[in-house]
């Protein structure tokens, strides 16, 4: 077998055999997981430190705006 033959079979029979489909789903119940505690801890803060906030906004919007 000549060499450009070898060469030929080992670069051109990997592309030329079709592959089977990869499927790739990712780690979807851990994403589930993550944006559900991300929800959770939003909404916590904003009803222990909700009100504060609120206070805080307003009255940095009223020394802005002069009032």
Known sequence: MSLSLLLTRLVLKPLLIPQPARRERGDVPGWVLITVMTAGLVVGIMAVA???????????????SGK
């Open 50 to 64: 909700g009100p504060q906030l609120e206070s805080m906004l307003k009255k940095a919007l009223d020394s802005v």
